[in-house]
């Protein structure tokens, strides 16, 4: 798979070693993400190539980082045809997860429903909550996850596309 990666200051060492981490699997990665630390460089200008590269179709999916991971989700998602996701540790649901009363079936099932459901081409996660297992964890499981296609989620997904 073609993957395009980026973070800030925050996120610089996991990165890295994710990076690394996904070549070893035979993926093939672009990192937008800056060359070496500095603590006052500004997310969106490292985020924003990432995304324009899977909005183009240049990269299929993309894996962003940041101390929380929301700006940089937030930058990511002003990219036309972007679905960025956040992920910053394990979930487990207060009741069903979805409209057919279905439960949860562990505490990463957030992860598989950002893509199952919403299609999400892009993972934020959150540098400062998750240590290099828990990051490849579960940007394996994400990688690995595949849109379900139901007709409910795509229309969804093609006006969120298409908003302005």
Known sequence: MKIALSTDH????????????????????ANYGPKAFDANDDYPDYIFPAAH??????????????GSGQGEAMAANRVKGV???VYYGPATPAGAI?????????????????RQHNNANVLSLAA??????????AVTLWLETAFTGEERHARRIRKLDEAE
């Open 128 to 137: 400062r909550f998750l240590d290099q297992q828990a990051i490849r964890a």
């Open 53 to 66: 590269a899977v909005a183009s179709g240049e990269y299929e999916v993309a894996i962003i980082m940041g």
């Open 10 to 29: 925050a996120g610089l060492d996991q990165l890295t070693a994710l990076q690394a981490f996904l070549e070893q699997q035979g993926h093939e990665c």
């Open 98 to 114: 979805d409209a057919k009363g279905g439960a949860a079936s562990d505490e990463f099932e957030i992860l598989r429903l950002s």
């Open 83 to 85: 679905r960025a996701a």
